[in-house]
Structures are given as C-alpha cells and as structure tokens.
C-alpha cells in the first residue's frame, strides 16, 4: 500500500532554497540531451548538463577549481572513485537533489504509477528508469557515476553489478535521511559545495520568514499532517520530509496523537486507525489524499467528519502529486508554500 | 475411505446403515450458549479498540446516540459494523466448510485450503487492478466469479479422475489452484503495482468492515445460510455416499450444486469483507461434529455459531495483543489451525488415499 | 494412488535414451541462443556471436557475460536442482504429485531467508554465500518438522501423511511469512515479495559459485541412489523383502532432496511446479527407470526454468514477471491435468 510513496517520504532528498532552484532548473532542462542506448562513454556526454548556476561557467572542464578523480568511502564501505566531473548520473529517488544543485540526471525515478509528479516541469525530458534499476536498462543510459539513496536498495550484489557499470556510490540512509547532509554530501560527490551551501542558506531564509508568517497567523495551533492512501491513514512525525517541514523548520505545534506514539515506534509515516483519529484534537488538518480517484467514503463517513478540526472546516487537502510525500530542498521549499497558502491569507 | 476409528469425523462406516449418531440436546444447548456468547463476544468486541472509550460511553452510543460526539460515531460506524462483520464471516466460513466436508466426505475441505479464497482473491485483485473505482457490490460480485472458477477447477478436476474425489486427491487439486491462483493475483499486483495492497488484504483484516459491506453482504449471506438449512437433511445423507443418497431416491447432482452454489456464495462473500481467512472451515465443523454427531440439520446451525464465536474472540485478540497495532487475524487463526490440520491429517492411518 | 503412475513397462532402449537426452541438451542450446538474446538491450545473433569470441562492446560484454549469462546459468541450475529434488519425493511418497513446493519444504526455505532479511540491517554487506545455507537450513528444519509428524512407528512413513502434512506446515508457514512480511519496510518489503514470488537474481556469477557446489555434489550422488529409488517404487514389503534398509535409505533421499530444493529456493525464491511437472514429463519419454529418469528430469527441469525466465524477461518488457509467477501459470493447468486423468 505504502510501497514507493513511502520509500520516499523515508529518503532524506536535498534541497535548496525555491528561487534559486528555479533558476537552477530552468537551465539546467535546457540541457539535457541523454538518450538510450548509442552513446560510448563519459566523454561524449553532453557538457552542459550540470553547470548552470550565475557564477558557475557553462563548460565544466574549464571550472574554476580544476575538477580531479578522486576517491571516497562510501556508507557501505565502499572506495568509490568518482569521476572527475560527472555527465551522466543516475541518481534514483535523488532527483530533487540533483535538480536543486542544477545537475540533470540522464534517468528518473519511476513506478508503475509515474515518476516524482512535484518534479515533473523540472525533469520533464529525462526519461524514466524503474526503480528496481534494471540492469539492462541502467546500461542502456551510459551513466558514468550512480548516486544511490539507501544500502537497502543494493542489496545481493545490485551494488557490484551497478559497480560494473559505473561507479557507485551509497549515501546511506543516515545521511539521506538528513536532506542537508545528503544536499552537501551530493554537492561534494558533484563538485558542486558552494551551490549546495547557498541552496541550504536560500532555503533556511526561506524558512525563518514563513516561520513568522505561520506563527502569526495560527498562533499556537497544532496541525495534524495526515495522508490517507488506500483507505488507510498515516501520519507524520516530526523527523522527516514534511514533518520536519512544519514542526521543526516553521516549528508549528505537534498534533496530540504523535505525541502520544512512544518515541521508539516512531517511524516517518505512523499508520493510524480512523477510530484513533476521532481523539485528534489538532486545530488544523492537512490531508495528503492519494483516495481521491477512488471515492471518498472516508472522508464522507460520519467519524471523519466528526474529528474537531473537520467539523471546524479546517482541512486543507493537498493531492498525491504535491511535495508532500518528499523530502528534498526542492520538496521541502514547495511544502513551504503550500503552508503558507494554508494558512497565511 | 472406510474409517475405522474416529467416529466423529464421520458416520459408523457400517455400510448402508442410515440411523446416524446424532445429539440434538447437546446442539439445543450449543445454540442457546453460543447465541448467549456472540452477544457477549460482540459488546466485548464494541468495548474494545485503539480508541479509549470508557464502557459507560459505549453503552450511550448504542443505546442513546448523539452524532454530535466523535465517540459515540466511533462505536456506530466503526466497532459495530467490524463485530457484527466478524460474528458474520465466522459464520460463512464455517458453513461453507461444513457443507464442503459433508458433501465430499472429505474431512479436509476448507474454502481456504481448496482454494476458493485464492479465487476470491484474484477476483479482487482484478477489480483492485482494473475498476479501482467499483463499488464495494461489484467487488463481491468480483469475488463470487473468483470463488465460483477456484471451486468449479478443483472439483470437476477431482470428479474427472476415475477413483473420484478422495481426500488426497482433493486437497492437492486445492493447493494446486490456490497455488495458480495466488500466482496470478500475485503477477497482477506487481503488474498494477498493487502489491501491498493485495497483501494487506491476504492477511485477514477485519478492521475495514463498514455498514455499506455488511448491507450488501447480508442479504446474500441469510439467504445462502437459509439454503444451508434448507440443504441440511440432503447433506447428511450425502455424507454417508452419494451411493446411499442415491438408492435413498436423492438427486445427488442437484444436491451437489445447490450445495456449491451456497458455498461460493458464503466464501465470495466473506472474502470480499474480510480476505481470505483459512482454517475456520476446517475446525469448527470438526468440533461441532465431536458435540453434536453427524446430522448436518444440526451441525450446520451450529457450526455457524460456534464459527461466529471464534472469529469474533480472534478479533478482539488480534486488536490487544500487539495494541495499537493489529495482528493479522488470517495468520492468528493458522495458529491454531495449522496443528489442528496436522492432527486430523496424521490420525487418519492410510486410509486418506 | 499407491502407485505414481502406471505406464507401460519399461522397455529400455538405450539408443532411444540417449537419443532424447541428446535432442533435450540440442533444445537447451537452442533455447541457450534464444534467451542469450532476449532482454531490454536489442542486439542481434551476429553481435551476440561477434561478442561471445570476444570482440564486442564494453558495453556488449557487461550485458552478455555479467548481465544475461549468468542468470542463463542458475536458471538451467535450479531447473535441474527442483526437477531432481521432485524425483526423489516422488519416489519417497510414492505419488505422481509431490515436490518440494507441495511439501511446504520451499516454504520453510523462504521463511529462514525472510527472518534473516527483516532482522539483519541491510547495511551489512550482501551475504551471498550465507543465504544459501540458511534457506537450507529452513528446508530442514521443515523437512525434520515434517518427516516427524509423519512418522509413526506401526508404519512407518506413511506417502499420504507426508503429503498432507507437508501442506499443513507449508500453509502454517505461509502464514507466519505474511505476518512477518507485513512488518518490514517498505523497500524490504518490495524485495520479499518480488523473491518469494520467485524471482531470479539477475546477473551475478556469485550466485552461480554459491549455487554450483550443491549442484555438483547432490546431483550425482542422486543419480547414485537411482537403484534404491526403483526398488522403493516397488512399495514396502517388497522393498524390505530385498533387503533395503527401508528408513535409512529414505532418509538419506529426502536430505538429499531437502539440500537441494533449499539451495535452489536461496538463489530464486520459490517457484513450484517444476519440480512435478519434469519428472512427470521425463517419465512419459524415457519410462520409470531411476537412472535414465533422473538426468532426463534434470534436463527436462533445466530447460523448462530457462523458458519461464526467457518468456518473464521477454513478454511484458521493460518490465519483468517473476519466473516464479511465469512457471505457475504454465505449470498448473498441466498439474490439474495431471491430478485429472492419473488412477488412483
């Protein structure tokens, strides 16, 4: 039920600030020219696919700081060598990052039911990649460095055989599951560190002023986020993706119910009966609803109608394309905005 | 299969000998007990939950409600409907495998082990994969056909074969469909990306039974629970041979598809409510043919309730042994039937061929 | 069904046997090709020819040698190892439809390898080699689980118990492996299900070297006992009547059929099937004598696996079926059949 979506609210994905990406993005889909299949190599990669910041310069064998393979230890213990200035990453369920640090990846995240819809005018002439990573069709890409979310994803030697394509590289999920430690460490990997630490700071302004905004608009409230897929509900925490968002960045009032959870059982996406929701005292509710194609009798019935904050009309529902299952600079800044189109009139 | 000693699972094996063992007074008492326990079992069942409702609330939702209180809407829409559908589907279970092992004489049957649930299954998964949208009706309708296609594989298979449907044969041509089965359900769920979804479902669950199922699920269950009793007699005689129900004047054939009639109904149905629950089909007739003997006019009637019973107090347990979470109530009663199937499989000498 | 299956007596032609286990080996090789060429990368037979002497791409070559080749391999393995395995409780219970997914034996299996994959962190490194040894370890387990309750001292190991009882305990199993599976993340949970649907580990010759041993070791001391396995189609009295040591040999048979049904459910997960339908098939070519039956049932086995693997990788692309669900869906209609029209 939660299969991909979840993987995703799990990762830690990076971010930058929302004006900067825009600008980021917006040059760096200019660029992007991978295609299956024909190409040899990393050198006849198209050069322009990452460098696009202001001060950065478009081609990137002439960046300022002379760019050299070098060799890293990754979460797995891996020794990776990354090349020198990466053209054809695959980053799977990193694309947020990627795309904040102005890198276009030659491949993109996807399910059976679509890619990172939130991404969509961003990545829109990447082609898609299952997110198994298919081997045959991982090659068919010529990437020439993996950036790879989790050591679960890799496991019974995925690695070795994604190795054998081209030098892979684990975040991790300690570190993905910081989305600033996963940016800077991606922007490291990329050379690319000063556009990840303007993207952190781009953002965390961005933060401090909705911050104001949200407080002075709800005051003290507290705001339940609760995502119903499948006619089951979850909700959020404050360690990750949109939780972090709303209860540590704008440092909004936890609901009671997640108070409630006993720390050890926490997890990102806490599932959570209706029955239990009825004792939701939360002023507010913001309902990620991947139901909403396939009837409402949920969000009809009598108990969800009788939870306070529905019965008060304050439930602001976002759809299953909205950033809100994500985590990532990107994500993470358009989950700002949705805040604030919440609740700052 | 001449069973030599354990007369509970069938009748004296004297051939031709009609007067079978049977104790009403024990199925008089039975039926008025159990009654008295499923109502028990079910304001047990309203009583508990995730949510903390003191028992003077409970009573105060059901006897004096007031939409206006989130608790009292809790107990209505929610804990109602999940004990009345538990008290419901134990009772279809476990007539639809009292049916099946009078029918075939086969001690073994089950509507799980014979892959009518996996049928149901694959129904659901097809609606799950192509009209995500259908209305909860349809879905049934969806399950009947999956159950209807499982049980029509598995016994014209068995009736095929020229030493007809011994135990043996029976039971492999079940897990050789639920096998199929659950391999196409699974291939459709990766296919639609629908995997946890079915899994979840697989599981058992109770929890999102609501007044809409049970409305339309009721009317097909108390009419297929009807033709069940109306049945019982037909099915007595032919749980001593069909033989014997023939030379008694019985029309063996109709018997036997009215009877799968019932059972495809009774399994569709509490599949699409509740997932494929295996084992309440196998145990409670057993153990209500120990109390009450071989007259199926009784132990249809109280398999249902002693069926009721069991699934009701496997809820209620699958809701506190690991609160707040739920344990899965399908794998909660393979506990217990697991070893009750590996008791009546090794009690039978050689004579299961 | 005291008896598997009645044929015509056997009229043992050995230019007939080896005449079909040489067209059974030409068809692998064939299918060898086809498969060689089957995948989400298009490369025609020439290049596939061009790449196999050596002259390919880089890229050629990964696909070919590290991708598709081994995967080629442990799917012509496990053919083998369950076809045999099938054999060996065929002979065992004395019944045309027994084999190690009947058994629960690939259950319990999978069950040892989903314990080890949801209480293990996934950030140790993959523990390639240690697989197969837990899956064996749940196939005996299982097998020892099994065996017991089946067991009785008036008469022995009764076939028909063993086979109801090993559906019992693979239902029981199959129960725990939902409870358990419902537990695990998400992205765990997508491999669990995906391998216990029977999926093949795509390329990687470590899994051929963990494989391979079992296979090298168990297949021809199988084919040793093929003498024993003909004289327990004779039935009990007779075989005791000959003197075999009826107990030990049968459990020396089921270790061996135990070992490899774990190994190979450790590399693929489980796929049923196989391991009834080759034998079946083996018996109606070369007859019911053990020792032309068993390679003939590994080579049937052998070529069946690698078709459901070419056909998985091939019919929904660039998606793929689990061979597994691919070997059910063919494997069944054949088994009802089978179930229909053999005697009792």
């Known amino acids: 039920m939660f299969s991909f ?138 990437p020439d460095f993996h950036i790879v979310q989790s050591e679960g994803s890799v496991q019974n030697g995925l690695y070795d055989q994604l190795n054998k394509i081209a030098p892979t590289y684990v975040l991790g999920d300690e570190v993905s599951s910081d989305w600033r430690a996963a940016l800077l460490k991606i922007g490291e990997l990329l050379n690319k560190t000063p556009e990840a630490e303007k993207a952190i700071a781009d953002y965390d302004q961005k933060a401090a002023s909705a911050k104001a905004a949200v407080s002075a608009a709800i005051g003290d409230d507290s705001v339940a986020v609760l995502w119903l897929v499948s006619k089951n509900f979850f909700i959020v925490d404050e360690t990750r993706s949109s939780g972090a968002v709303l209860y540590g960045d704008l440092g909004v009032k936890l609901p009671n119910l997640v108070t409630d959870i006993p720390a050890e059982s926490r997890a990102p996406w806490n599932p959570i009966s209706l029955e239990k929701l009825s004792e939701l005292t939360a002023e507010h509710i913001i309902l990620v609803n991947s139901d909403k194609a396939s009837g409402a009798e949920i969000t009809e019935g009598a108990v969800w109608k009788g939870i306070p904050a529905v019965k008060a009309g304050n439930v602001h529902e976002f759809g299953k394309d909205t950033s809100w299952l994500y985590s990532g600079p990107i994500a993470n800044s358009k989950t700002i905005d949705d805040i604030l189109s919440s609740f700052v009139k | 299969m001449a069973s030599s000693t354990d007369s509970a699972l069938q009748a004296p094996s004297v051939e031709g000998n009609t007067s079978v063992r049977s104790r009403p007074l024990a199925a008089a008492v039975i039926l008025v007990l159990g009654i008295a326990a499923i109502v028990f079992g079910l304001m047990v069942s309203v009583s508990v939950g995730a949510a903390d409702i003191r028992l003077a609330t409970v009573w105060e939702a059901v006897f004096r409600f007031n939409p206006e209180l989130p608790q009292h809407q809790v107990i209505r829409e929610l804990r109602i409907p999940r004990a009345a559908a538990g008290a419901l589907v134990g009772a279809c279970f476990a007539v639809a495998g009292a049916i099946m092992q009078g029918m075939t004489r086969n001690p073994l049957a089950d509507s799980g082990l014979l892959g009518l649930n996996a049928g149901a299954g694959v129904g659901l998964a097809l609606a799950f994969a192509f009209a995500p949208t259908l209305s909860f009706s349809y879905i049934m309708l969806y399950c009947f056909l999956g159950a209807a296609v499982a049980s029509l594989l598995v016994f014209g298979i068995g009736s095929l074969s020229h030493s007809g449907l011994t135990p043996l044969r029976l039971t492999l041509a079940g897990a050789a469909v639920s096998a199929m089965l659950l391999a196409v359900s699974q291939g459709i769920a990766i296919l639609f990306s629908l995997s946890q979804d079915i899994a979840f479902w697989m599981a058992g669950g109770i929890g999102g039974a609501s007044w809409k199922q049970l409305q339309v699920i009721s009317p097909w269950v108390a009419a ?57 089909g196998l145990m409670i007739p057993h153990i209500t043919r120990y109390l009450v003997g071989v007259d199926y006019r009784w132990i249809i009637p109280c398999s249902a309730v002693l069926g009721s019973i069991l699934v009701l107090v496997a809820d209620i347990a699958a809701r506190m042994i690991n609160a707040p979470y739920e344990t899965p109530i399908g794998a909660l009663i393979a506990v217990f039937g697991v070893p009750f199937f590996i008791y009546l499989a090794s009690k039978r000498k050689g004579e299961l061929k | 069904m005291n008896r598997s299956t009645s044929f015509p007596p056997a009229k043992p032609r050995r230019s007939r ?257 196989v391991g009834l339908i080759a034998p079946h098939l083996a018996r109606r070519l070369v007859g019911p004598r053990h020792q032309i039956l068993l390679p003939a049932a590994a080579l049937i086995g052998a070529l069946l696996l690698l078709t459901a693997d070419t056909i998985g990788r091939w019919i929904l692309q660039p998606a793929e079926v689990p061979t597994g669900i691919v070997v059910a869906i063919i494997g069944a209609p054949y088994f009802l059949y089978l179930l229909a029209t053999s005697k009792a």
Not at chain 3, 80 to 86: I, L, P, R, T
Not at chain 3, 101 to 130: E, W
Not at chain 3, 138 to 145: D, E, I, P, Q, V
Not at chain 3, 214 to 224: C, G, S, V
Request: proline share 5%; charged share 10%; aromatic share 6%.
């Open chain 1, 5 to 142: 979506n979840l993987q995703g609210s799990r990762s830690g994905k990076l971010a930058v600030a929302g004006l900067v990406t825009t600008t980021l993005l917006l040059s760096a889909c200019g660029n992007n020219s991978s295609n299956a299949g024909s190409n040899g190599g990393a050198g006849t990669a198209p050069a322009a696919t990452a460098e696009a910041t202001a001060e950065a310069t478009a081609v990137p064998a002439a960046t300022a700081a002379p760019a050299v393979e070098k060799t890293v230890t990754d979460a797995m213990g891996h020794q990776v060598t990354v090349p020198a200035n990466p053209q054809r990453v695959i980053a799977s369920y990193l694309e947020d990052y990627l795309v904040a640090l102005g890198v276009t990846p030659v491949a993109q995240w996807s399910t059976k039911n679509g890619t990172q819809a939130y991404l969509a005018a961003e990545l829109k002439d990447v082609p898609p990649i299952s997110y198994d990573l298919p081997l045959e069709a991982v090659t068919s890409f010529t």
């Open chain 3, 17 to 273: 046997e080896a005449g079909i286990l040489t067209l059974l080996a030409v068809l692998i090789v064939i299918l060898f090709l086809v498969s060689m060429n089957t995948g989400l990368m298009r490369l025609s037979p020439l290049e596939v020819l061009h790449t196999l002497s050596g002259n390919g791409t880089k890229q050629q070559q990964l696909i070919l040698f590290d991708f598709r080749l081994p995967r080629i391999v442990i799917s012509l393995l496990i053919g083998a190892g369950f076809a045999v395995a099938g054999v060996i409780l065929q002979g065992l219970s004395r019944n045309a439809l027994a084999e190690p997914s009947t058994l629960g034996i690939n259950a319990g299996a999978g069950f040892a390898v989903l314990i080890f994959i949801s209480f293990v962190p996934a950030t140790t490194a993959a523990p390639i080699l240690v697989l197969p040894l837990l899956a064996l370890a749940g196939a005996s387990l299982t097998a020892t689980l099994i065996y017991f309750l089946s067991y009785r001292r008036e008469d022995g190991l009764s076939p028909t118990r063993l086979i109801l009882i090993g559906i019992a305990v693979g239902a029981g199993i199959y129960a725990f492996q939902l409870i358990l599976s419902l537990r695990l993340d998400p992205q765990n949970y997508q491999f669990v299900a995906i391998w216990l649907a029977g999926k093949i580990w795509g390329g990687d010759w470590r899994f051929v070297l963990a494989l391979l041993p079992w296979i090298l070791i168990l297949l021809p001391f199988a084919f040793y006992k093929a003498r024993v396995l003909n004289v327990l189609n004779l039935g009990d009295e007779l075989s005791k009547g000959l003197g075999l040591p009826l107990e030990r040999e049968r459990r020396w048979l089921l270790a061996v059929a135990v070992a490899l049904a774990g190994a190979c459910v450790s590399v693929s997960g489980s796929i049923g099937f």
């Open chain 2, 224 to 280: 297929a629970l009807i033709g069940a009793l109306m049945l019982s007699r037909s099915i007595t005689l032919l749980s001593l041979g069909r033989d014997v129900a023939a030379g008694l004047g019985q029309r063996t054939g109709l018997v036997q598809t009215a009877g799968m009639i019932i059972v495809v109904i009774l399994a569709g149905a509490a599949v699409s409510t509740v997932g494929p629950i295996a084992f309440v």
